[in-house]
């Protein structure tokens, strides 16, 4: 089984990037974490970062179809692609989009979601346990799915 997982812009400056907002965790470090969780239960990750909108909705639809669910933060895009949240909406594997920080409690403008709609859920304010806590939820969206279909 295997699993998409997107990363947004500047999410490869973590941490160097507003530490006390983002943590003093890398993406090489969440990855790892992430890659470590994912064996444990026998799924394989597919992992990319960019900083691109349309590179991002290049690995949407050349993985997307591949793979059992993607986990995404969007990042910046969260709050006004639209091109993603189309790429987003082709999909009907389950996807989880995540933030390090509670976009809830920051900027007004960071309050609004344009991809969380067309996503089954949203996990944001964890830190890099954000990430993990979104890869448990989609295991266990998909081990019920298994169950259910056995
Ligand atoms: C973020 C929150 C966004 O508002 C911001 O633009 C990011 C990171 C987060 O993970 O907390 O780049 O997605």
Redesign the pocket.
């Known amino acids: 089984m295997q699993v998409l997982v997107i990363h947004?812009?500047?999410?490869n400056m973590l941490g160097n990037r507003e530490p006390e907002i983002?943590g003093a965790s890398t993406l090489e470090d969440i990855n790892f974490w992430l890659n470590e969780q994912a064996a444990k239960h026998g799924i394989e990750l597919i992992i990319k970062q960019s900083n691109h909108e349309g590179k991002i909705v290049d690995y949407l639809q050349e993985y997307g179809v591949e793979v059992s669910g993607v986990i995404i933060?969007?990042?910046?895009y969260?709050?006004y692609s639209i091109a993603i949240r189309d790429a987003l909406s082709v999909l009907t594997v389950p996807i989880v989009e995540?933030?390090?920080?509670n976009?809830y409690a920051?900027e007004e403008f960071?309050h609004n979601s344009v991809t969380a709609p067309v996503c089954k859920g949203q996990i944001?304010g964890f830190g890099s346990l954000s990430y993990l806590l979104a890869l448990e939820a989609l295991i266990a969206i998909l081990c019920k799915r298994k169950s259910v279909n056995e």
């Open positions: 947004g812009p500047n999410l983002y933060n969007p990042a910046a969260t709050h995540v933030h390090l920080s976009i920051r960071r944001s």
